[in-house]
């Protein structure tokens, strides 16, 4: 009779009084670590869940406070104008591979109503209030980096390393010019064009 074959390896880690391991919570890599850290000085340390892209990075460095509305109403309208107009202008987005086959087929003589396709003319018209200046602004706070949500534009970017240097950290890029501060009141202008509209 043969000898029996060990069994697997035990796994190495924290356990619990029943013996099973202790997940620890996964961080991210050292790239989403050390965004985290840089953003933990904003907006009392509640910074973190909300720095996935352009404008939740905006909000945390606290770019968009003073502009007459509360900062986080206009860091989600800036969101949702963002996904909105890429849902609108899909045939202008950026062709990625399928996971999965779609179907082609549609139901004959069905109809739909287009709502976020109204909801974005509304908002659109709104932001057009503000002026063209307004518009660009917010655009390339909002629309043109939605496809690379970790990046930011340059005049963002310079905006942010200010930030973080006024409130004692180290950046690690140029730092915002006078030009810039006026585009980013330029774009909160429009979200907050955007705000006032809706409520009404």
């Given at each position: 009779?043969?000898?029996?074959?060990?069994?697997?390896?035990r796994?190495?880690?924290?356990?619990?009084?029943?013996?099973?391991?202790?997940?620890?919570?996964?961080?991210?890599?050292?790239?989403?670590?050390?965004?985290?850290?840089?953003?933990a000085?904003?907006?009392?340390?509640?910074?973190?869940?909300?720095?996935?892209?352009?404008?939740?990075?905006?909000?945390?460095?606290?770019?968009?406070?003073?502009?007459?509305?509360?900062?986080?109403?206009?860091?989600d309208?800036?969101?949702?104008y963002?996904?909105?107009?890429?849902?609108?202008?899909?045939?202008?987005?950026?062709?990625?591979?399928?996971?999965?086959?779609?179907?082609?087929?549609?139901?004959?003589?069905?109809?739909?109503?287009?709502?976020?396709?109204?909801?974005?003319?509304?908002l659109?018209?709104?932001?057009?209030?503000?002026?063209?200046?307004?518009?660009?602004?917010?655009?390339?706070?909002?629309?043109d980096?939605?496809?690379?949500?970790?990046?930011?534009?340059?005049?963002?970017?310079?905006?942010?390393?200010?930030?973080?240097?006024?409130?004692g950290g180290?950046?690690?890029?140029?730092l915002?010019?006078?030009?810039?501060?006026?585009?980013?009141?330029?774009?909160?202008?429009?979200l907050?064009a955007?705000?006032?509209?809706?409520?009404?």
């Amino acid at each position: 009779m043969g000898q029996a074959r060990r069994g697997r390896p035990r796994k190495a880690g924290a356990r619990n009084a029943k013996g099973r391991l202790i997940l620890l919570p996964d961080r991210g890599n050292i790239r989403v670590q050390a965004r985290s850290q840089a953003y933990a000085r904003f907006q009392g340390g509640r910074a973190d869940q909300q720095v996935v892209d352009q404008i939740g990075r905006a909000w945390a460095a606290g770019l968009l406070d003073g502009f007459g509305q509360d900062s986080a109403i206009l860091r989600d309208i800036g969101r949702r104008y963002g996904g909105l107009y890429w849902h609108e202008f899909a045939t202008l987005a950026p062709k990625t591979g399928q996971l999965e086959r779609r179907d082609r087929g549609t139901a004959s003589g069905a109809s739909w109503q287009d709502n976020p396709g109204e909801y974005f003319a509304r908002l659109d018209l709104l932001a057009r209030d503000a002026g063209r200046e307004a518009v660009a602004a917010m655009h390339g706070l909002c629309v043109d980096g939605w496809w690379f949500p970790d990046t930011n534009a340059p005049w963002v970017e310079r905006l942010i390393n200010s930030a973080i240097r006024d409130a004692g950290g180290h950046p690690l890029g140029e730092l915002a010019v006078a030009a810039d501060r006026a585009r980013m009141a330029a774009a909160a202008s429009c979200l907050a064009a955007m705000v006032d509209g809706r409520r009404h």
